[in-house]
């Protein structure tokens, strides 16, 4: 009877492990656990502060964070997030969630699963601070984050953090005069998939250790760089694969800067270019990063070279360094259009990433130049919405879980652990989207 327990036990501890953070987790983060073995916590209203805020729902460990409010979050300071929280910014009625005024930490945050959320900071949000930081900590996956408008950086994981993914997310309009992206520069790994950076002078992103960089977009970066390869001592280890680097107004510096023989890079597939035919679009996809530097109005960019014009003075690899890659690996041109049509908060999208978007798909001729956020008319308006009933209280609307099979009179069902793995309550908000 004991050692059937303690079987049990470690089979399902070991099934824990490998769970996904949700399904389409994916990279070097997609392990982490969020508030999973928590409590359900409903955010209540928009108070920056106090019982029912979002600052309050963050601030305690092991929560699973779900929305009864729609609109915007007007924070006077940095909100900072404890450990194994994921906050379901799809759960939120009308057009979503906005945060704006200052920036967020995760450091420290372990099994952060962070989805669907604008994350604004903005003029008014501490001087030297970056919209998002993340300096320490393990296991943390961001999804259809929009985050916008950092003092310093905007999104920014360095120091010892370990494991961290962001995927499907819009990086954008680092304020001048520092205007970055971010940094991505930690040992312990970080996976950015699918992302679009945008309106950054610099750092889109700055990278050294170890990084796997695929499928992203990026647009309008100016006179400080694209994609900054390490420059330092430290040895770096990093996949440059299938990205698409589009000039803008802004843009004066080709898309690869810096690097040196420390930064050990792969470009899909190594060391040189791959043609494949793809049977859904008849066309050629030739397998590699992709620069349209021409700024005409047109998507008419080629693959870049493998040397030292193209990329800056760094290491080229035979093969990839062996990272948990994306799912499904896009060429280019189809990450172009996956991550124009889906990435960001994108259930809805508010005025700043519509506008980014349409930055983009103005292929060099359109790209905003601010140094404040209100040049481009603030964090815009959020429609509140109305939140389902949801009679028990535990997160999941009575609608879903008569359709599901549980009691909308019974709060207990809420964080049980279905068959799949998930809680009810993660199968219901995974299911939003
Ligand atoms: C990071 O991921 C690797 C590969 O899955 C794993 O071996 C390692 O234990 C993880 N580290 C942490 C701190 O989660
Ligand atoms: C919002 C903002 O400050 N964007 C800047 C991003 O970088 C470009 C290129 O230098 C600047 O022109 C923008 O002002």
């Not at 050629?284 to 349209?292: A, L, P, Q, S, T």
Request: net charge negative.
């Amino acid at each position: 009877m004991k050692l059937t327990l303690s079987l049990w036990a470690a089979a399902t501890t070991a099934a824990a492990a490998q769970q996904l953070a949700f399904p389409g987790a994916e990279g070097m983060g997609r392990f982490a656990t969020g508030g999973r073995f928590g409590e359900v916590f409903k955010v209540t209203n928009l108070a920056d502060s106090g019982a029912g805020s979002l600052r309050d729902a963050v601030s305690q460990p092991n929560r699973i964070v779900v929305f009864d409010v729609g609109g915007v979050i007007n924070v006077e300071s940095r909100v900072v997030v404890s450990k194994n929280v994921y906050i379901a910014g799809q759960t939120a009625p009308g057009d979503g969630i906005t945060v704006y005024g200052d920036g967020w930490s995760w450091s420290n945050a372990n099994d952060a699963i962070t989805r669907y959320i604008r994350i604004r900071m903005g003029r008014g949000g501490a001087s030297g601070k970056d919209a998002i930081t993340i300096a320490e900590g393990a296991r943390m996956i961001f999804d259809h984050v929009s985050v916008s408008w950092g003092r310093d950086e905007t999104f920014s994981i360095s120091g010892t953090a370990v494991n961290v993914t962001v995927q499907d997310t819009i990086i954008a309009q680092g304020l001048e005069t520092h205007s970055c992206g971010g940094l991505m520069q930690t040992d312990g790994g970080i996976s950015l998939f699918r992302n679009l950076y945008v309106d950054n002078n610099t750092r889109n992103p700055k990278v050294k250790g170890v990084n796997d960089f695929q499928n992203n977009i990026i647009y309008n970066w100016g006179r400080g760089g694209g994609y900054i390869a390490g420059d330092s001592a430290g040895q770096s280890y990093a996949n440059i694969i299938n990205n698409y680097y589009i000039s803008g107004p802004s843009t004066s510096v080709t898309a690869f800067t810096r690097g040196n023989q420390n930064f050990h890079a792969c470009r899909k597939p190594c060391p040189h270019g791959d043609q494949s035919f793809n049977p859904l679009t008849g066309r050629i996809d030739v397998k590699d990063n992709f620069y349209d530097p021409n700024t005409n109005g047109e998507l008419d960019g080629s693959a870049l070279c493998e040397s030292s014009t193209c990329y800056s003075d760094i290491d080229f690899q035979d093969s990839p360094f062996n990272y948990p890659g994306p799912e499904t690996l896009h060429s280019p041109q189809e990450a172009l259009d996956i991550v124009l049509a889906n990435a960001g908060a994108s259930i809805v999208r508010d005025s700043i990433d519509t506008t980014l978007v349409n930055e983009v798909r103005s292929y060099g001729l359109d790209g905003s130049l601010i140094a404040n956020e209100d040049e481009v008319g603030g964090p815009g308006v959020i429609a509140g919405g109305n939140a389902p009933t949801d009679s028990d209280g535990d997160g999941i609307p009575d609608e879903w879980e008569k359709a599901n099979g549980l009691d909308p009179n019974n709060a207990m069902d809420g964080m049980a652990v279905a068959e799949n793995g998930y809680t009810n309550l993660e199968n219901y908000i995974n299911s939003l989207v």
